[in-house]
């Protein structure tokens, strides 16, 4: 993966059009009441609800993947990204690990006081099945080809990552507090508890590095997260005039989408709690 030569100025001016939009909604979803945890506010059984109902959303992450592979398999010019998304969705089974990514997840529900029972009698609510229903909307080709390359790796790249892990690293205290660690280090330093598998570590391999529009090292330090604005880098400097509106437009959507899951969670007097 090789990043193109420097942009002209009306280049460069389209990627930090990009950037900033993301900055703003990230800062605008990361505000929202319902990923505001202390190790002081928990309560385990509200947490449970929100990381019990956010289950769906990562269970969807291999068909969204699967059917943006599918979405880009048509050349139009620009570099196949294929590859890249290839290998970040078959790490969620590497052959190098004794489970997948979903058995861990389930591990660290545990590890928090879930049952296994209480995890398997869990049903998406409307409002998780219209975050998922949404998202896979968005992958339905209903614009140029150019434009839709654009819209594709932009739902992967800030629903599927950069929100991920700003998720994970919203709601991390909460799971601190119920035990989860990051590492073994911070487990003998807080006298027990269980090193996370799940949530710690993709908060790590999912969070971006790199601004688009800003310089970019070398291709070892870059995250899932950069791997995909790579790509959408480089969609947005091939794509048309209105391909960095495009983007955006489609980073405003995911951000409604996450946030409409999170607004099921209401605050009651002592926390959270589901509206159904």
């Known amino acids: 993966m090789m990043l193109r030569d420097k ?10 059009e990009v950037d ?3 900055k703003a909604l990230i800062a605008d979803f990361s505000s929202h009441p319902a990923l505001d945890w202390t190790e002081a506010n928990v309560n385990r059984g509200r947490v449970l609800s929100i990381l019990m109902q956010r289950r769906f959303l990562s269970l969807g992450f291999t068909p969204l993947y699967d059917m943006a ?5 048509t050349a139009d010019g620009g570099d196949d990204c294929r590859p890249v998304l290839r290998r970040i969705l078959r790490q969620e089974y590497d052959d190098k690990t004794p489970t997948t990514h979903r058995e861990d997840l389930v591990t660290d ?17 409307s409002a998780t ?9 968005l992958l339905v080709k209903s614009e140029e080809w150019a434009l ?16 991920v892990s700003m998720e994970y690293e919203m709601l991390w205290p909460a799971m601190q507090a119920l035990g989860l660690r990051r590492d073994k280090k911070d487990l003998e330093a807080r006298g027990g508890g269980t090193v996370s598998v799940f949530y710690f570590p993709h908060m790590g391999h999912d969070k971006p590095r790199f601004r688009l529009s800003g310089r970019w090292p070398t291709l070892d330090s870059w995250s899932h997260a950069d791997k995909i604005a790579h790509c959408l ?4 400097l091939d794509g048309p005039g209105n391909g960095a509106d495009h983007c955006c437009a489609v980073l405003r959507r995911c951000t409604a ?9 209401p605050r009651v007097e002592n926390g959270w709690a589901p509206n159904d």
């Open 148 to 163: 839709h390359r654009i819209q594709v790796l932009a739902l992967v790249w800030f629903a599927a990552e950069v929100l």
């Open 109 to 125: 529900l545990v590890a928090l006081g879930a049952t296994r029972d209480a995890v398997l009698e869990t049903q998406p609510s």
């Open 69 to 73: 592979i599918d979405a880009l398999a």
């Open 233 to 236: 880098r480089n969609a947005v």
């Open 129 to 137: 099945r219209r975050t998922v229903e949404v998202l896979l909307e």
């Open 7 to 16: 942009p002209g100025a009306e280049e460069q001016a389209r990627l930090v």
């Open 257 to 265: 989408a996450k946030r409409a899951f999170y607004d099921q969670f």
């Open 20 to 22: 900033e939009v993301a």
